[in-house]
Every structure is written in C-alpha cells, then in structure tokens.
C-alpha cells in the first residue's frame, strides 16, 4: 500500500497562491488530488499519470487555475493553486491509483488516501 504525507494547506486571502505537497512511499501509476468542502462529497481536482506526465485531468472549475505536477526523483506531487477563490475552502486529500482501472473522477478508483490538508480561501 502506498503511504502519502500531504503539506501545505493554509488560509489564504481571495486572489492567493498556495501550493500543496504530497511525499508517497511505493508505487503508483497515477496521483490525484481532492477536496471535500463541509457537507459535499469528495470530489476530484487534478490527477497526473506518474509515468506520463503529460497525462493530466482537471476538474472544470479548477482549470487554468491550479497545476499538478509530479517530481519522479523524490516521490512528491505538487498542487500549485493560484487565484484562489472562496469556493475553493476545503480539505484537500492526495491519493494514490495502483491498479490503473478506472475513472479518475471515481473515489474507487484510488487505492490510497492521505490524511488531507485544510485550505480555507476568505473573501
């Protein structure tokens, strides 16, 4: 199973950068980024295919705003998110896909999760 240690979540003014970081231990084709706001449903933000790195999903309304970004020599994705906006505020969650069978956007298709990071985003 693949361990994942997230950093970097923080409160940010309306307009702000933050960038979160995510250090994994085994193997993965495909790491992933989520966010679950109080009272919704996890949902996806950004996965990157570990061996290909042009292999990239966003959600809609996270595009042209955030990068995901994988460095192969020290195991880490990177959630670079800019013009944040309240709507953003959430725990966001790296996960980790070992088998590579599903759909990025299905929570089932991720084999692990990490503790997640708070980013709250105020207006």
């Known amino acids: 199973q693949v361990q994942l240690v997230e950093s970097g979540g923080g409160s940010v003014q309306t307009g702000g950068s933050l960038r979160l970081s995510c250090q994994f231990s085994?193997?993965?084709?495909?790491m992933g980024w989520f966010r679950q706001a109080p009272g919704k449903e996890r949902e996806g933000v950004a996965s990157i295919h570990t061996m290909r790195p042009r292999e990239i999903q966003y959600a809609d309304s996270v595009n042209g705003r955030f990068t995901i970004s994988h460095d192969n020599a020290h195991n880490t994705v990177y959630l670079q998110m800019d013009r944040l906006k309240p709507e953003d505020t959430g725990m966001y969650y790296c996960a980790a896909d070992t088998s590579y069978s599903g759909v990025w956007t299905a929570l089932t298709s991720w084999s692990s999760w990490g503790q997640g990071t708070q980013v709250t985003v105020s207006s």
């Open positions: 085994g193997k993965a084709y495909r």
